[in-house]
């Protein structure tokens, strides 16, 4: 009965071909996430964050636009 195969031991082959997969994956990963020449997903990302923010500012400001009319409109019934 031969000796059981060490689990560390692997095939160089199958190892390389690995670590060249693995690049390939990176290099995929890195063109996505810097766009290549085009916006990549980090601008998209930071692009979408800075179009909710002034949506948000603009409703804040036309909300405490609407409550400031009321509150006159309330106080000029009172008087």
Sequence with gaps: MPA????HEVDLAT?????E????????????LQGNGGE???TKVALT????SRAWWWLGGIS???????????????T
Excluded: W, Y
Excluded at 15 to 19: I, K, P, T, Y
Excluded at 49 to 52: E, G, R
């Design 4 to 7: 059981p195969k060490c689990l």
């Design 15 to 19: 190892m390389a071909q690995s670590l």
């Design 21 to 32: 997969e693995n690049t390939k994956d990176t290099k995929l990963i890195l063109k996505i």
């Design 40 to 42: 990549g997903l980090v």
């Design 49 to 52: 964050h800075s179009s909710i």
């Design 64 to 78: 405490m636009g609407l409550i400031a009319i009321a509150f006159f409109v309330i106080r000029a019934g009172l």
